[in-house]
């Protein structure tokens, strides 16, 4: 624990943690966890940020993500401590800017076909970027996620964060952003550099 850590502990100040994860799936079973992100991405639209809605979308797709284990490929996480609610949120908006900038990251609500084609292709590769922002201290998301015991721990942690209403921010996103874009091999390793497999 850091001096900082330690003079705010005696303080009382309150411990703001911002963290990102990353979880790369693969095989052909990716399509309905597009589905979920997409429907949930959609109502947090339509919420216009609600906590509570977003908080409830992110139990969703966490319980999606570990119901769909199999398919983790690799994985990856980073995150900060701060004791100023002004900086955690910088920090948030600077990790958004940065998830919504990989490739085919947001999903576009506004052109959804009319007659859809009867064979789209279906990608291999999903990329899920969770970030979010919570008082106190959960030592599984503050450790290393890349294997897949911790990365369960830390997803399960995260639902528990919304029914103990500790979240600040939440922000998904997710690589390709809709049925019918493909993420190839290359487009991965290229704006997913962090990865390591599980």
């Known amino acids: 624990m850091g001096l900082r850590d330690r003079f705010s502990k005696l303080t009382g100040g309150t411990r703001y943690v ?13 399509a309905p966890i597009l589905g979920v992100l997409n429907r949930t991405a959609r109502s947090a ?7 509570e809605v977003l908080g409830e979308g992110l139990v969703e797709i ?15 996480n980073e995150g900060d401590v701060f004791w100023s609610e002004g900086e955690a949120g910088d920090y948030v908006n600077e990790l958004f800017t940065d ?8 999903p576009d609500f506004s052109n959804t076909p009319t007659d859809e084609p009867l064979s789209i292709p279906i990608t291999r590769n ?21 294997n897949i015991t911790a990365l369960k721990d830390g997803l399960k942690a995260l639902i528990n964060l919304h029914y103990q209403e500790k979240l600040q921010a939440i922000q998904v996103h997710f690589s390709p952003a809709q049925l019918g874009d493909e993420l190839t091999n290359d487009q991965l390793l290229q704006n997913f550099t962090e990865l390591i497999p599980l």
């Open 126 to 146: 999903l990329v899920v970027m969770i970030t979010a922002a919570f008082t106190g201290e959960v030592p599984e998301l503050e450790t290393d996620l890349s």
């Open 45 to 51: 639209m339509d919420a216009d940020g609600d906590l």
């Open 62 to 76: 966490c319980q999606t993500l570990l119901q769909y284990d199999e398919y983790w490929l690799s994985a990856a």
């Open 18 to 30: 911002v963290s990102r994860l990353f979880l790369h799936l693969a095989g052909q079973e990716v």
């Open 99 to 106: 998830s919504a900038q990989r490739y085919l990251s947001e």
